[in-house]
């Protein structure tokens, strides 16, 4: 758990480097023009569906599901099936391994430098070529 925890901060560090800060941080807190953002999801709490992912960053308007784990992690058949639908819905889910972490880097800024992400989502081609930063679909 502690290698996962570790993981998810730097991503967290890295996401607001690049602009993406947490759901409600005060504008005068931003170092970096903001571009998006991110939550933070706490699984099997009393209000929280068990099986969702991890986090929800949205950059420029694009959602992008993630379930981290670390390196000798596994997705449990509930965050696989999640994953699955997510992406079978045409999102963008991701099961996020350490070392797909430059692929996912490339993602998210291939997806800031669309003027209209939407329309530019070539950049999530890595992703299908990358196991450690696999669009799961099942």
Request: glycine fraction near 12%; proline fraction near 6%; include cysteine.
């Amino acid at each position: 758990m502690a290698g996962e925890k570790n993981f998810e901060n730097r991503l967290k560090k890295w996401l607001e480097d690049e602009g993406i800060y947490p759901l409600g941080e005060p504008v005068n807190r931003m170092s970096a023009p903001p571009c998006g953002y991110w939550e933070k999801r706490w699984g099997g709490g009393r209000y929280v569906k068990s099986g969702l992912p991890d986090m929800r960053i949205v950059v420029k308007g694009l959602a992008l599901e993630v379930e981290l784990k670390a390196t000798t992690g596994t997705p449990s058949e509930l965050q696989k099936r999640n994953i699955a639908q997510i992406n079978n819905s045409g999102c963008f889910g991701f099961i996020l391994y350490p070392e797909g972490f430059e692929t996912f880097k490339k993602i998210v800024k291939g997806v800031k430098q669309c003027e209209f992400p939407t329309a530019g989502l070539i950049s999530l081609i890595d992703a299908h070529t990358d196991t450690a930063c696999d669009m799961w679909k099942g």
